[in-house]
């Protein structure tokens, strides 16, 4: 059974940073991407970024294309998510989920695992 255990999370006024963490459990998994979501209050669940990991190709949604950075360490098997110049819209719980297709790496129902969560608060 594949294990995602997210960190990072916190508190940070606007224009701050915080930088997530997802260790997994396992090196190599089936499917190409490894990626991040995001949800707010009664929202729905929304991509954020992914990454290939066989290609080491990523993608954003547009809403933090340029502040947000995805990574992967291989040789510690943990995903990374760097969030910059953070706004009050990016408050959310956000989940790292693996075993997508990369064609299919923005769509929620497409991943296999998914870790537990870890809350971003931004004040204004």
């Known amino acids: 059974q594949v294990q995602l255990a997210e960190s990072g999370g916190g508190l940070v006024q606007t224009g701050g940073s915080l930088r997530l963490s997802c260790a997994a459990s396992v090196r190599t998994f089936s499917g190409d991407a490894m990626g991040w979501f995001r949800q707010a209050p009664g929202k729905e669940r929304e991509f954020v970024a992914a990454i290939n990991w066989r290609a080491n190709t990523t993608h954003y949604a547009v809403s933090v294309k340029g502040r947000f950075a995805i990574s992967r360490d291989n040789a510690k098997n943990t995903l990374y998510l760097q969030m910059n110049n953070l706004k009050p819209d990016d408050t959310a719980v956000y989940y790292c989920?693996?075993?997508?297709?990369?064609?299919?790496?923005?769509?929620?129902?497409?991943?296999?695992?998914w870790g537990q969560g870890t809350q971003v608060t931004v004040s204004s």
């Open positions: 989920a693996i075993g997508a297709r990369w064609s299919a790496a923005t769509s929620p129902y497409a991943h296999d695992y």
